[in-house]
């Protein structure tokens, strides 16, 4: 399952604020590890984050497997690209640089493998890019004979870190990767899923309690005084003529029996409107539902659904006209079913969708009215039970007559106040009887209703969600597909800009929420953004480049770019605030303009699992948006201008003077 929040709208451009519409956390335990996990567990799980682009977590992960002796060529490939993903020399601690050169130094005590190579090759990258002049040449041909796990990973990890000419002889085989890898696996059919919310389980409404307890208490004293009755009114009739009381007790019997026997089917049932579809009829007991935001949605929501799933021969709008009674009630029964789930109606659309089918189903089949039809009492039942009924009247009153015919005084009252007796007690008596009858028929009735449309409703949730689950793409694919944009947009800018990887000092990438989007996440991962906008900075010797754009994940497609070009000291502020009820913002300063505020992240502590936490969370996913290298560089320049990149430049460090 996963959890949503309620929707918010904020329009802006997409410098400053963002409106989610929609955000649901998928509830996965890809990256959930046991406290006592082994450290080969937690090693197969930092690897995973790191190929997820979490490099963040995948550090500490791996990190405390090799800390408790899971240690080899392998895994130290694996940490180091980890310590390396998405950084650039400059966003390394001196401990991480103290780090690296000691695991330098093991490579040469491990085994030969395709590992040890990988290892060693990825030394060799860095030992040149700390050395001004080095031959290029060597270190690119052991990277293209390595085989293309460790390859393609030394290039996506190191993507940051790889500078200048080296850059460029590698730029050309990373886009050719990324065009190809950018749609694959069915991508534009498929990323709507990720951000689609899990659905809801299935609910119906459950049958109502019996209402007949005081009708049934009642019965059995109407009865016994319907029985004393009838027994002294026959008692006077055949002390009067045995023979002729006889015959009419036992027309009155059979009449009795045949009226009883009909007269359930009649007036045992409840009455029930013609609405149609099974949808469970409100009792006037029932609370009227509010006419609040949920149940407007729910309303809005059968509506469309309806009108997509039209009959053949009907157009939409014939189709609501003629079941506009039938989504009434359905809708009233959603809406009092999942109120108290304080969900969106979203999550309930697949129930909404599901009823819609099965409604334009009944109609195509011709069995919309079968429920009905059936309840309904056929005429020849109706006029058995009124003959039945006149039947029993008439041997009553032939048995009085009877009784009552060459009596001396007295009976004929005790006759009258038989008869009348009997028929007050025999009317309440039946009554009480039919009212229990009906409510135990109703109680079978909706039972049956219940059990069948909570079992279809139930396979039309696996159905759904089974769908959902196969269709929705894995986090190593939606990292895949957003890598693959960016390196098309760093080549677009690039080419705008008629600038190679030799011109530039450096560059960083910025991703944040678009204007307006859907995110999503699972458990312990970042968020993923359905609109993303790029903000790509190049930094050259002449000064800073910055272009951004609006960017549609689903399609991969853009809009609204902007470009500016500024120099080092026009940089003048960088500040980064935090409110855990908002997000975090970055605001550019410069001396010739407004100050441009950014939205970065927005808040998610109301969207955490209950064993997740807010801070590792918000690290995750900045991490994941490029974030804090962005923050680091651009906050350097703020205060020591191009000195800084200058001062922090590879070749000016020892950090990677790393003998392999």
């Keep these: 399952m996963s959890h949503n929040s309620s929707a918010t709208f904020n329009s802006a451009d997409h410098d400053s604020t963002v409106g989610i519409q929609a955000e649901t956390v998928h509830n996965s335990n890809v990256y959930f590890v046991h406290p006592d996990a082994s450290p080969q567990e937690k090693y197969r799980v930092g690897v995973q984050l790191l190929q997820d682009g979490v490099p963040s977590r ?10 408790h002796g899971y240690d080899g060529a392998e895994m130290r490939f694996h940490w180091v690209l980890a310590i390396l993903s998405a950084r650039t020399h400059h966003d390394l601690s001196t401990e991480e640089g103290q780090a690296l050169r000691y695991a330098s130094g093991l490579v040469r005590t491990y085994a030969e493998n395709e590992w040890k190579e990988a290892l060693r090759v990825t030394f060799d990258l860095l030992a040149v890019l700390s050395t001004s002049g080095s031959e290029t040449g060597p270190v690119l041909k052991q990277l293209q004979d390595l085989p293309p796990y460790q390859h393609d990973a030394i290039l996506r990890h190191l993507d940051l ?16 990767r990324a065009e190809a890898e950018r749609f694959g696996n069915d991508r534009a059919r498929r990323v709507w899923a990720y951000f689609a919310p899990a659905p809801i ?22 009865a016994a005084l319907f029985v004393v009755s009838s027994a002294f009114l026959s008692t006077l009739a055949l002390i009067a003529d045995p023979t002729q009381a006889v015959v009419e007790l036992l027309v009155a019997l059979g009449a009795g029996l045949t009226a009883a026997r009909l007269g359930i089917r009649w007036w045992g049932r409840e009455t029930r409107p013609d609405l149609t579809a099974g949808a469970r009829i409100p009792h006037p007991r029932d609370p009227a539902p509010t006419e609040g935001g949920f149940t407007k949605n729910v309303r809005h929501s059968f509506d469309y659904y309806f009108s997509i799933r039209t009959p053949y021969g009907f157009t939409p709008e014939a189709w609501l006209a003629h079941t506009t009674q039938v989504r009434g009630s359905l809708a009233a029964e959603i809406a009092d079913l999942y109120r108290e789930s304080r969900i969106r109606v979203d999550r309930v659309n697949w129930l909404i969708r599901h009823l819609a089918e099965d409604t334009r189903n009944r109609h195509t089949n011709d069995t919309l009215l079968d429920q009905h039809r059936q309840e309904q ?5 109706k006029a058995l039970t009124v003959a039945a009924l006149a039947l029993l009247g008439a041997a009553a009153l032939a048995a009085f007559d009877t ?3 060459g009596a001396a005084q007295p009976r004929p009252l005790w006759a009258f106040l038989a ?7 025999g009317h309440a008596a039946a009554s009480r009887w039919l009212e229990v009858r009906r409510e135990e028929c109703r109680l079978v009735r909706e039972t049956l209703e219940y059990q069948e449309q909570l079992t279809a409703r139930q396979l039309a949730y696996q159905r759904w969600k089974s769908y959902l689950d196969g269709m929705r793409p894995s986090e190593r694919e939606m990292e895949t597909w957003l890598s693959c944009d960016k390196t098309a947009f760093v080549d677009e800018a690039l080419r705008h800009h008629r600038l190679t990887w030799r011109d530039l000092i450096t560059h960083t990438i910025l991703m944040a929420p678009g204007p307006s989007y859907k995110r999503g996440r699972v458990r312990g991962g970042p968020w993923r953004y359905s609109h993303y906008v790029f903000r790509l900075f190049l930094f050259t010797q002449d000064g800073i480049r910055e272009i951004s754009s609006e960017f549609n994940f689903s399609d991969a497609t853009r809009k609204n770019e902007q470009r500016s070009n500024y120099r080092f000291d026009a940089l003048s502020s960088v500040q980064v605030t935090e409110n855990a009820d908002i997000g975090y913002d970055l605001e550019l300063v410069l001396t010739n303009g407004p100050a441009r505020k950014i939205r970065v992240k927005d808040a998610d502590a109301h969207q955490l699992a209950p064993d997740e936490n807010a801070q590792e969370i918000s690290e995750i996913t900045l991490s994941a948006a490029g974030s804090a290298h962005t923050f680091r560089l651009l906050e350097g320049i703020a205060a020591d201008g191009k000195g800084w990149i200058e001062r922090h430049s590879p070749s000016n460090l020892t950090l990677f003077q790393i003998a392999s």
Excluded at 201 to 222: N, Y
Excluded at 419 to 425: E, F, H, I, N, T
């Design 201 to 222: 389980g299935a609910r119906a409404v459950p049958p109502r309690p019996s209402t007949a307890a005081d009708a049934q208490a009642a019965l059995p004293v109407r």
């Design 161 to 176: 870190m790889l500078t200048g000419g080296l850059k460029d002889a590698l730029w050309a085989e990373t886009l050719e």
């Design 403 to 405: 009784a009552v015919s």
């Design 377 to 381: 009492t056929p005429g020849r039942t």
């Design 58 to 67: 995948a550090r500490k992960m791996i990190a405390d497997a090799i800390a």
């Design 419 to 425: 008869v009348l007796g009997a028929a007050w007690s």
